[in-house]
């Protein structure tokens, strides 16, 4: 309960701190950018990258979630709050991801663009699960993360009219480089039906299962909020002994502990499972490395998978 409260002062805080800001000065509407650039803020990076690729040297874009943050439980900072008021575009994934932001996002825009880019997506193109809540790892499907990210550009083209062309000659040719991806990703994973079976920490994979026909299975539900039970996994070795699944994967935004107790478990039992290796979920990687950007993470996601998966078995 003591924390509850503590969120819930956080958040008024935040939303008072907002609230002077555009009182106090007026500009705060305006177009606030450096050097003649758009000033974008987006949550995750898988948002802030391709439009940094987009946008070129007409944008600037900072992601507030870095490296092996977890959006499910991230909670804005007030220097978080300075950025927001600053920018002139602000794009978040929504569904549901970024829970503990929504009433800011609500708040700021009362001022400026804000778009839930997730919730662009047509309602019968989600995912949800046994619950019926909705899955919000839409980037792992690249034809519906293209969707999510036109609807950010179109707002960026809306934006600033003059620069229209150039975000649409870029976008097109960012969009050619995503359709290759997915041809490569397709043709790595025509792995055996048996194999097909990707075992992780949380439940952020079913737009990839569905997109390359794998059977997904994640220790926590959607959100890492969710607890874990000795029962959750119990199951889960209890699928890798019926399938025979060779490798588990950890993801860089949540603790390793559940996939070990997995490995842990399945080794009693005399399964011999091995960790494939670390995918990205939740967060890309470090900037200024490939898994850096959103083609790279998926990249290495894809391969990742389909080297534990085949262990070495052409």
């Known amino acids: 309960m003591g924390e509850l409260i503590k969120k819930s002062f956080l958040t008024v805080f935040l939303l008072f701190s907002l609230f002077l800001a555009s009182c106090s000065d007026s500009s705060s509407i305006q177009p606030s950018s450096n050097e003649g650039k758009i000033k974008i803020v987006t949550t995750i990076a898988q948002i802030g990258d391709p439009l940094s690729v987009i946008g070129g040297d007409r944008v600037e874009v900072e992601s507030l979630m870095g490296p092996s943050v977890d959006p499910h439980l991230y909670n804005a900072t007030h220097s978080d709050i300075t950025?927001?008021?600053?920018?002139?575009?602000?794009?978040?994934?929504?569904?549901?991801?970024?829970?503990?932001?929504?009433?800011i996002f609500n708040e700021i825009g009362k001022t400026k663009p804000v778009l839930a880019v997730g919730e662009t997506i047509p309602e019968n193109l989600l995912l949800y699960d046994e619950e019926n809540n909705?899955?919000?790892?839409?980037?792992?499907?690249?034809?519906?993360?293209?969707?999510?990210?036109?609807a950010a550009v179109e707002e960026l083209k809306e934006y600033a009219p003059d620069e229209a062309e150039f975000f649409e000659e870029n976008k097109q040719a960012y969009f050619a480089e995503l359709d290759e991806l997915k041809k490569e990703a397709e043709k790595l994973l025509e792995i055996p039906e048996s194999k097909r079976i990707l075992v992780t920490a949380h439940d952020a994979f079913g737009y990839f299962g569905n997109a390359y026909d794998m059977k997904v299975v994640g220790l926590q539900g959607l959100s890492t909020d969710s607890e874990i039970g000795v029962s959750d996994i119990q199951e889960t070795i209890d699928i890798v002994a019926e399938y025979q699944v060779p490798a588990v994967f950890v993801e860089s935004s949540i603790s390793e502990d559940s996939i070990n107790a997995v490995i842990e478990g399945a080794k009693s039992k005399g399964i011999d499972l091995a960790l494939g290796g670390e995918l990205f979920s939740d967060a890309m990687g470090e900037a200024e490395t490939e898994e850096g950007t959103y083609i790279g993470m998926y990249r290495h996601n894809v391969n990742t998978i389909y080297e534990a998966l085949m262990g070495g078995e052409e």
């Open 83 to 103: 950025t927001i008021e600053k920018a002139d575009l602000i794009f978040y994934n929504g569904l549901n991801l970024e829970a503990n932001m929504v009433e």
């Open 134 to 150: 909705i899955d919000p790892h839409l980037w792992f499907d690249i034809d519906l993360w293209k969707q999510a990210i036109e």
